[in-house]
């Protein structure tokens, strides 16, 4: 299955670190080797990085692990295919525009009998379930909200009644944002780290790579990474419960629930 990587931080950040671990996920320790993305909002623009290739044997992502692109929201993912066949038009993260702002959505998981009607204002590229749910999402929301993005309070109760509705039809672990908040929702296996003053050094599981971040940041930086797996092997990362939607702002969660969690086998909810 596929995997997550997230970032959220007061601060524009940039990723190396993380994603030097994440990378060596997709062929060299993990096998997701079906393609990768990673997308980073800068201001009102967002920049999106695809391949169908390995991230691991990837030019592309060599490149964005020695590019230290500084953002405040970013969204990364490495595909192992289930639902569609390998090729670009299938990697995640995917990006549409609403309310004149760009959304960024990455899954992880299968909602193999769900399916989107694709008669509204957003139409799947390609042949994924993930590419349908964020269409659909998206689309709710356009509807919800004619006129342009409510308060946080007001957007928030719709996205949790839309995301229990899309949960029911299999495992849907995802990751999504417009730059300002980042929404995080899991259903079986997501954890979280936040970083902030008093710094120390971190290790990468998945390379022997140890970052002292002390000596990168200031004591008012904070930083929120967010993982199907942890990345690091000497921090202590928190678990999300299954069916916790959190929202991430500035580096920390400022909204949380938890949606009753569905077995994907008989739609009805199951203790968690």
Known sequence: MCQLLGMNCNVPTDICFSFEGFCARGGKTDEHRDGWGIAFFEGLGCRVF?????SIESPIAQLVRQYPIKSTN?????RKATIGPVGLENCHPFKRELWGRYWVFAHNGDLKEFHYPS?????????TDSEQAFCQILETLRQHFPQGKPPLEVLYPVLETLTQ????YGIFNYLFSDGEHL????STK???IIRQAPFAAAHLVDEDITVD??????????VAIIATVPLTDNEEWITLQPGELLVFQDGQPVTQSVIPFYSPNSRHPVAS
Do not use: K, M, N, W
Not at 50 to 54: A, E, I, W
Not at 74 to 78: D, F, K, M, R, S
Not at 119 to 127: A, D, E, I, T
Not at 213 to 222: G, K, V
């Open 213 to 222: 971040f002390q000596e990168l940041t200031t004591a008012s930086d904070r």
């Open 119 to 127: 008669q509204g204002h957003y139409c799947p590229v390609g042949s």
């Open 74 to 78: 970013v969204i990364a993912h490495i």
């Open 183 to 186: 929404f995080v929702h899991c």
């Open 190 to 192: 997501l954890s979280y």
């Open 165 to 168: 509705e899309i949960a029911q």
């Open 50 to 54: 695809l391949d169908d290739q390995p």
